[in-house]
């Protein structure tokens, strides 16, 4: 899948990464004042409320923000964006190594502490092994608080705890089949690079497996998770989020439903897909279609015509109709 709109994690998770290591109703800073009032969408504000409120659904898988870059906020030195999802498997990665190692070293019911380095900074974590098998399973729990941790590209701060495990196969490795659920719960968690930065604040229930080892599929939802990169902020919100990816072809597919409320488009909207997107490795979506509504039901519907070209059916006076089109592209969206 690609990784400019692809599948959140968060993020992401809240995809909420890298090799190093939550809000909501579990942790984390969620009191960031962004209007809650229904957007009033018109053909003069359909191009940026489109962009955004796509972008900060997609953001829950690349933790990207805003109408300026639908390709997300924090880019590696490679252009790839932060990715929620594949953060959350890293560090489910390793919770499994974590208690692989404290073999020996935890009895039925008791907590370990420790920490380990970073290539710079550190993380510390604390462990709960529910069945004392050595082995992150289903009951388990743990949590990792990041100091500055970096691997010399990337550097995270804040923290993080998984509650509600349920584990199926070899996750550490992984093999498949396998599949993992679990919720996280960001801490203020803070990805830094090449000047930007990005913070995920809230609670996302995340759902990773794969049959076959080849199309790995994903599930995300929640009921609050709040992102920030520089001066932009979106609250998502009620959101379902879907995603596959076949790992030998590059073809990803994404669905979302969302409430959205961002400084960036002044308040909040609505996405409902009506058509799932799909697109080819780093591609933009070559089809798929959404409806994004605001106040007194006026909306703005996304078409994708190909892997270049969008339109925007806009219907201001919420009659159902639409009563203007704007034919534009993904690059134009970006700008």
Partial sequence: MRDSVKFFLLAAIVTLITACGGGGSGGGD??????????????????????????????????????????????TTSNEPFDLTDFAQRQLQRGARLFAESSGALATG????????????????????????SALSTGDSFSLQFNSCSDGTTTINGGLSLTGVIVSGD????????????????????????????????????????????????????????????????????????????LNTGAWTISVDATIDSNIQGGRTVLVTITPFEGF??????????????????????????????RLEVDEDGDGTAETTIDTTWAQLRS
């Fill in 110 to 133: 008791v907590i370990i502490s420790g920490s380990e380095p970073c290539s710079s900074g550190s993380f510390s974590y604390t462990l709960d092994d529910a069945d004392n098998n």
């Fill in 171 to 246: 996750i550490e490795t992984p093999v498949a089949p396998y599949s993992v659920q679990a919720t996280f719960s960001f801490n203020n968690l803070s990805v830094s690079e090449s000047g930007e930065t990005a913070t995920v604040a809230g609670s996302i229930t995340i759902n990773l497996g794969s049959t076959d080892g080849v199309t790995l599929t994903s599930q995300l939802s929640g009921s609050s998770v709040l992102l920030t990169a520089g001066a932009d902020s979106a609250r998502i919100s009620n959101f379902n989020f879907s995603a596959s990816e076949n």
């Fill in 281 to 310: 490795d780093f591609d933009d979506p070559y089809t798929g279609e959404a409806l994004i509504t605001g106040a007194n039901n006026s909306s703005v519907r996304i078409i994708v015509l190909d892997a270049v070209n969008v």
């Fill in 30 to 75: 969620t009191t960031v004042a962004i209007s809650s009032t229904p957007v009033a969408i018109t053909p003069a504000n359909a191009e940026t409320v489109a962009a955004t409120t796509f972008d900060a659904a997609i953001g829950l898988d690349e933790a990207s923000l805003g109408a300026s870059s639908i390709v997300g906020a924090v880019t």
